[in-house]
């Protein structure tokens, strides 16, 4: 095996080397492409080289947990263990001893990572500075503070208002779980420490209600008497309609509740947690799928044969037609409006809709993308792909492959989108003429050309007089040269 080989083997799995011969292990050039590769691959490394801070450094940004298998020295390093602790606070492990007693150190290292307070030294863990700094970022950092530090109120209180995920509260000491004032402030900052509160004001409707407004799914852990209360419901389910799974029955049987919670809810997702008897009836369903066609998955069956729902669902979201009725699977009307909100409803039409020229004529007309799923006999059918890629140039990648070498067809429809011509005939992207026309209108197509024209300097100097930006799609070889930088300046002042 030679080193061409090695390289080869790394740039694929990193890991690899652990296999490969030791006089590959100590040779700079391929363990660094392993570490990039993956960062624990350092592990396998000649120990010299884990003391080469380029290699450290390049193995710990995609993993800083690579940290561990790095020489000692480089452990002292603040570069080094700062670059690891941004990728993962976890991380602080593997630092020194010195660095985790280093106060304007670990202070440096929390404001990358609060996980890394779990490993600075026990005294900086008594630390209140450092301590609120690790719980910004971190509430879980509270749990390892000393508990007399747990029942300091002031304390407490200053760390559930810095604290954003909600965690610090849960760390908090029993007693402050029950104090109303920590408990508003810590749901304030976030809904989700609610669930960490004293049983007693879970039954607070004031405490509850503001839960709610900030996380919906507090309403599972609020009081049994508080589920039954529509407002806190109605402020639960807004942003959340999933909150609704968790009020009382009485009120997912209530109609003219349940029509309000419907009109509220942002996401429309509420209505899969309304009563059975519920989702017979017509009025809710209707009102459920013109907010959210989707809500048709959750209807009663009867009422998945109701056209004017069905109609209404896919108005909403074509991709509701999946759970239409399947006598609807042919009817033009509902299939027509379905695509026209999204092309690939297309799908779970019946085939003869597929097949019919006229029918997905009027589709593609309305969405390019529906030709993905009209029969593969009409995607190779001039009329029909052109009027796809009018609407929508990216549908050029589901013509038959015969359409893809038609140049007046690409053309067409890189004029819609230019990435369109990802989807060309490889024969078009090497096609020098074809190219500098397509180039006049837009010089970033260069991207897309195939690479022996990135490497013509006609082509690339073409395309840098229409937009000076593509001359980062040119080769290398071409990237210098002063008639194409000139050029590409006099487009774009930014390339001088």
Do not use: C
């Amino acid at each position: 095996m030679d080193k061409k080989e090695a390289l080869e083997i790394v740039k694929d799995d990193g890991l690899k080397l652990e296999n490969l011969p030791d006089h590959f292990k100590k040779d700079q050039e391929i363990v660094l492409e392993a570490v990039k590769q993956w960062g624990s691959a350092l592990e396998f490394a000649d120990e010299t080289l884990k003391k080469d801070k380029e290699i450290v450094l390049e193995a710990i940004k995609p993993n800083g947990l690579a940290l561990e298998f790095a020489d000692k020295t480089l452990k002292k390093d603040q570069e080094i263990v700062l670059e690891a602790v941004k990728q993962n606070g976890l991380a602080f492990k593997f630092a020194d001893k010195t660095l985790k007693k280093d106060k304007v150190f670990v202070l440096e290292t929390l404001k990358q990572s609060g996980w890394a307070f779990k490993f600075a030294d026990k005294i900086l863990q008594k630390d209140k500075k450092i301590i609120l700094e690790a719980v910004k970022r971190w509430g879980g950092a509270l749990e390892f503070v000393d508990k007399t530090l747990k029942k300091d109120k002031v304390f407490v209180l200053k760390a559930v208002k810095q604290n954003i995920d909600g965690l610090a509260f849960k760390f908090a000491d029993e007693t402050l779980q029950e104090d109303k004032e920590i408990v508003l402030e810590a749901i304030k900052q976030n809904g989700l420490a609610f669930k960490f509160a004293d049983e007693t004001l879970k039954k607070d409707k004031e405490i509850v209600l503001e839960a709610v407004k900030r996380w919906g799914g507090a309403l599972e852990f609020a009081d049994e008497t508080l589920k039954k209360d529509k407002g806190i419901v109605l402020e639960a389910i807004k942003p959340n309609g999933n909150a609704l799974k968790d009020a009382d029955e009485t009120l997912k049987k209530d109609k003219e509740f349940v029509l309000e919670v419907i009109k509220r809810n942002v996401d429309g997702s509420a209505f899969k947690f309304a009563d059975e008897t519920l989702k017979k009836d017509k009025e809710i369903v209707l009102e459920a799928v013109k907010r959210w066609g989707l809500a048709l998955e959750f209807a009663d069956e009867t009422l998945k044969k109701d056209k004017e729902i069905v109609f209404e669902a896919v108005k909403e979201r074509g991709s509701a037609f999946k759970f239409a009725d399947e006598t609807f699977k042919k009817d033009k009307e509902i299939v027509l409006e379905a695509v026209k909100q999204n092309g690939y409803a297309l799908e779970d039409a019946d085939e003869t809709l597929q097949k019919d020229k006229a029918f997905v004529l009027k589709l593609v007309k309305e969405n390019g993308l529906a030709l993905e799923f009209a029969d593969e006999t009409l995607k190779n059918d001039e009329e029909i792909v052109l009027e796809a890629i009018k609407q929508n140039g990216s549908a050029l990648e589901f013509a038959d492959k015969i359409i893809k070498k038609d140049q007046e067809i690409v053309f067409e429809a890189f004029k819609e989108v230019v990435w369109a011509l990802d989807f060309a005939d490889e024969t078009l992207k090497k096609d020098k003429v074809f190219f500098l026309e397509v180039l006049k209108q837009s010089g970033l197509a260069l991207e897309f050309a195939d690479e022996t024209l990135k490497k013509d300097k006609q082509i690339v100097l073409e395309a840098v007089k229409q937009n000076g930006r593509a001359l980062e799609f040119a080769d290398i070889s071409l990237q210098n040269d002063p008639d194409i930088i000139d050029a590409a300046n006099q487009q774009n002042d930014e390339f001088i």
